[in-house]
């Protein structure tokens, strides 16, 4: 069984805290106080201080590591017989704490800005804000730009969204490690399927007309504030609302509820990608690009024997084993390429891979779902 990595499937259903039970709940709701507390209220900032620590997030950093570090351990010892896991994992867990623990904290020591390089628009959406570019030194403006616009869709086209929800970025890191044990509680029926669809592109755009709009307020607020107000009013029907109130609105909705208390809290409930797949900006553009690009997941004709494991085992909710079924070789916006349903097929029907001009004719012309 080790060889063919299928390790931990037979135990999936049998813990009480991976199958909702009381003990999940438990669970959940802990992780909801947790990210309340830390978000809404100043409890951490005294601990913080007593430390030496500049403020709450530092702390916050330090458990983060700690649990995905943990969680990679464990994830490693059930599936760490796979080389690509063994990649995705190392490298999720070293950017994670080496450029988003400690290379915040070092460049505080420096009296330079406590930047987060692993995070980039739209998912930190302050990234390409007139008022952080102008704020940041040149080096690093110029990194947020080029990183967000320009690097980050270059890579998806390339190696697929995987390279940063996979690979990078923190959210997923978490959900790698720490929420690997709930990925078999993500749904993958159609109903689910059509609310992430639609639900993650309402974000994408709210994300895309909140930085105009703070962008549109920078440049004439201060010289043309009637226009500004013309501006708001015709958009919100509110001309008290302003750009300034929907960014601080995003930020509570979208930065703190849907990313941290229910995006994390939910793990043991609805599995660990609920921010991810339903709502991450950063997810849905990678995405969109990901269909045009080089990836997909190819499934090898007439060998799947209906198992159901790689749906069983897909954080995003895809019900792969149809496509198998179909002969289907696919890529999904939502795919992550996390590897896992090739890891735990015992048939070797499914493969990760990048399609380039040079591969045999006969390959280019598998059939392609692009869903």
Not at 162 to 179: E, I, K, M
Not at 206 to 216: P, R
Not at 233 to 248: N, Q, R, T
Not at 294 to 314: A, E, H, L, P
Request: charge should be positive; aromatic fraction near 12%.
């Amino acid at each position: 069984m080790d060889l063919q990595g299928q390790n931990g499937l037979l135990s999936t259903y049998r813990e009480p805290h991976r199958t909702r039970g009381v003990s999940a709940f438990v669970v959940a709701f802990g992780l909801m106080g947790f990210y309340a507390a830390l978000y809404f209220t100043d409890t951490f900032e005294p601990i913080a201080r007593s430390l030496g620590l500049r403020n709450k997030w530092f702390i916050y950093g330090a458990l983060y590591s700690v649990a995905m570090i943990t969680g990679a351990v464990l994830h490693l010892r059930r599936h760490g017989n796979s080389r690509y896991t063994r990649f995705r994992i190392g490298t999720n867990v070293g950017v994670q704490v080496l450029l988003a623990f400690c290379l915040p904290f070092v460049m505080g020591m420096f009296e330079q800005p406590e930047f987060y390089v692993s995070y980039l628009w739209p998912l930190d959406i302050y990234k390409l804000y007139p008022q952080t570019l102008e704020s940041l030194p040149p080096y690093l403006a110029v990194y947020c730009v080029v990183g967000s616009l320009v690097l980050a869709p270059v890579l998806a086209l390339v190696l697929g969204k995987r390279w940063y929800c996979s690979w990078v970025c923190g959210c997923g890191g978490l959900a790698n490690t720490f929420g690997d044990p709930y990925r078999h509680l993500t749904s993958s029926t159609e109903a689910s399927w059509r609310f992430e669809k639609v639900s993650i592109r309402v974000v994408l755009a709210v994300a895309i007309l909140t930085t105009a709009l703070v962008g549109l307020d920078f440049a004439v607020g201060a010289r043309h504030r009637d226009l500004h107000r013309w501006v708001s009013g015709a958009l919100f029907h509110a001309p008290l609302i302003g750009a300034v109130s929907i960014k601080s609105s995003y930020g509570f909705v979208v930065g703190s509820l849907l990313a941290g208390v229910f995006g994390t809290g939910l793990y043991p409930l609805l599995g660990p990608r609920t921010w991810c797949r339903n709502f991450c900006p950063m997810a849905a553009i990678l995405g969109i690009v990901q269909k045009f690009g080089r990836f997909r997941i190819r499934v090898q004709k007439d060998t799947c024997i209906s198992c159901g494991n790689c749906t069983t085992y897909c954080e995003m909710g895809i019900d792969v084993r149809g496509y198998a079924q179909r002969n289907e070789s696919f890529v999904r916006e939502s795919c992550v390429g996390c590897g896992m349903c090739a890891h735990v097929c015992p048939r070797g029907v499914l493969r990760l891979e990048n399609v380039s001009a040079g591969d045999s004719e006969s390959r280019r012309r598998l059939p392609v779902v692009r869903a």
